[in-house]
Every structure is written in structure tokens, then in C-alpha cells.
């Protein structure tokens, strides 16, 4: 048993596979550059648009995605960039 200021991180977040693919989607899109909609998402994710509309739904509820813009056709982007396949990088430097 280890003390309580040694106890690991633990990440208690729970994604449905509907809802990790269109967080992957988003994540991928976001960072080469595009400015993510929910047209893209769908094409990326290989989902419909009302399947992609209800995941936005549930995630940016649970303050895992973010909005830009106004009307009725937002971009979306990951709330949080503390992950990275080079964790010195939370963006890509071509942007």
C-alpha cells in the first residue's frame, strides 16, 4: 500500500467507441490544421452527421470538447492538449 501522496494519477475518463472516434477525429483534423466541423468529423469518423451531433452532444457536455464559433455549424477542438505523441508538443508547430 503506498501513502497517499504517492498514490499514481489515475484518469477516470470513459469514452464509448462512438464517442472515442469522433474525439480521435476531431483531435487529428484539429492538429494538421483544419478548423473542424461537423461535416469533417462525420467523413472522417465514417459516421452519419445525426450519430456525430449526438457524441458533440455528449462530449462538449462533459467539457472534453470545446466550441469556436457561432450558428449552426461550430468547429470543435479538444478542451485539453496535455496528451501528445511528443509530450513537449501540445500543438502542431506548422500552425
Do not use: C
Amino acid at each position: 500500500m503506498t501513502a497517499d501522496n504517492e498514490q499514481p494519477f489515475i484518469d477516470q475518463i470513459s469514452l464509448s467507441t462512438v464517442d472515442a472516434r469522433v474525439y480521435e477525429a476531431i483531435a487529428t483534423l484539429e492538429f494538421i490544421g483544419y478548423q473542424v466541423k461537423t461535416a469533417d468529423i462525420a467523413t472522417s469518423a465514417g459516421l452519419d452527421e445525426r450519430t456525430v451531433r449526438q457524441a458533440l452532444s455528449s462530449l462538449t457536455g462533459r467539457g472534453l470538447l470545446v466550441t469556436k464559433g457561432a450558428g449552426a455549424d461550430p468547429s470543435y477542438e479538444p478542451a485539453y492538449r496535455g496528451w501528445s505523441a511528443a509530450p513537449e508538443q501540445g500543438a502542431n508547430p506548422k500552425r
